[in-house]
């Protein structure tokens, strides 16, 4: 089992950055991938980014591409995401995700454990 919690997340104007984190334990030990997802109001839950164990490979969003970025401290079991140039359609509830494995995968399905989620709005 693997504990995540987010953090980080607040209310923003446009243009401005944001750094979320997510703090992992429990089964830490384990070689696993990291993703961050996220959610708007009336929408499904879509991926981002995702990371692998030592975070030698990444993947991102079309829509993310560029501005934002992830990265991890596997001596910390803390997942990060940087997020640049917000836009208000980046307005969501932001989720860390974790699946044991080392293979980067972008469906929800595919990741065992979820945090709770920290919102992030962005202002026009």
């Known amino acids: 089992q693997v504990h995540l919690v987010e953090s980080g997340g607040g209310l923003v104007q446009a243009g401005d950055s944001l750094r979320l984190s997510c703090a992992a334990s429990?089964?830490?030990?384990?070689?696993?991938?990291m993703g961050w997802f996220r959610q708007a109001p009336g929408k499904e839950r879509e991926f981002v980014a995702a990371?692998?164990?030592?975070?030698?490979?990444?993947k991102y969003a079309d829509s993310v591409k560029g501005r934002f970025a992830i990265s991890r401290d596997d001596a910390k079991n803390t997942l990060y995401l940087q997020l640049n140039s917000l836009k208000p359609d980046d307005t969501a509830v932001y989720y860390c995700?974790?699946?044991?494995?080392?293979?980067?995968?972008?469906?929800?399905?595919?990741?065992?454990?979820w945090g709770q989620g920290t919102q992030v709005t962005v202002s026009s």
């Open positions: 990371i692998t164990w030592g975070g030698g490979i990444t």
């Open positions: 995700a974790a699946r044991l494995g080392t293979t980067l995968r972008t469906l929800e399905k595919r990741y065992d454990f």
């Open positions: 429990g089964r830490t030990h384990s070689n696993y991938v």
